[in-house]
């Protein structure tokens, strides 16, 4: 309790310092009432004027009233919930710092091309190969982008799992839109900007690849990598009907296969580049396997604190003063008059 006050009174002008619900604030004029307000008591005597002044009676009653204002004053505070936030707590980890990058466009709700997961859609796929993914990985950094015709940020890159995990649950509505892989990819790797390289750079892309790069998105993409130095992982989600990443380019047919197209330019890219076709478990092991084996550097990170409640320091004053009205109350004599 002295601990909750001390930080308390620390903060006071603290611009952290803040309220849940404001609104209660609105009953603090209550507090007004045992200190205006004026009870009628009967007496037995005529006039009152004759009787001696009773100076601790007067002092009693001042703190009576000012005790039942102050009570109702604490509890509209504790109602309102005060808090104070922004304090960061300081990690030191090791682990490579990873941004997923999930496809959420309408061709995601399409079959899996393994025979064993026709029931399942590839954004089905993609959501328990990514929750494989995080549930493995070590003390990475790790943040998550989804895309269609817009990139949306679902997760900050930092070490808080279930944040990613929580997001991935969300994907459980389906896809729907374009396949703009070049916007998410590009949401992912600002992440980096400004940051020291303490550890690996990797970005994931779990995709089904069904899209085309204009040359000039193609060099930004490339410039973009190779200035974060950032490595991509491609997690290629095949269709059923997709020859897969290795189909050879058809003659008169150059925009037939757009996830080939892609594949071959990820590899040109001048950055590490390796793509797994996830048509069963081993392959996403695979992808684990490879990223728990980059070499990284110890890691600082600040991660934020949740907020600090400071009701109870208002209900528990609330409660002192309720308890010094009841022990005022236990001291109140009266006289009765007897027939």
Known sequence: MMELLSNFFQNLGNENLGLATPAFLLFLPLALFPLLLRGHSSFSYPSIA???????????????????????????????????????????????????????????NDNFADKTLQNSSKIEVARRVLQTFVSK????????????????????????KEAVLSALKATEAGGMGFTAVARGLGLALDFYEGKPVTGARVVVLVSDGGAHLESKTQDMLRNMFKRQGAS????????????????????????????????????????????????????????????????????????????????????????????????FHLTEVKQWRTA
């Not at 790790?142 to 940020?153: A, D, E, H």
């Open 232 to 327: 991509l992982y491609w997690i290629f989600l095949r269709s059923a009907n997709s020859p897969g990443l290795s189909k050879p380019e058809e003659e008169g047919h150059d925009d037939a296969y757009p996830e080939y197209h892609l594949h071959r330019f990820f590899g040109s890219m001048g950055v590490p580049y390796k793509a797994y076709e996830a048509e069963n478990p081993l392959a996403v092991e695979q992808a684990v396997a490879d990223i728990a084996r980059l070499k990284n550097q110890a890691v600082r990170y600040k991660e934020a604190a949740p907020r600090r409640d400071l009701s109870a320091i208002f209900y528990w004053l609330a409660f002192i003063c309720a308890c010094g009205l009841l022990a």
């Open 137 to 160: 990985s070590r003390e990475d950094l790790i943040g998550m982008v989804t895309f269609s015709t817009s990139p949306i940020l679902a997760a900050p890159l930092g070490g808080d």
């Open 50 to 108: 004759i009787l001696p002044l009773d100076t601790l009676s007067i002092w009693l009653e001042r703190c009576w009233r000012v005790l039942g204002a102050l009570t109702i004053g604490f509890v509209a505070l504790g109602l309102a919930g005060f808090y104070w936030s922004g304090d960061s707590i300081e990690r030191i980890g090791r682990g490579a710092h990873i941004m997923l990058v999930l496809d959420r466009s309408a061709s995601m």
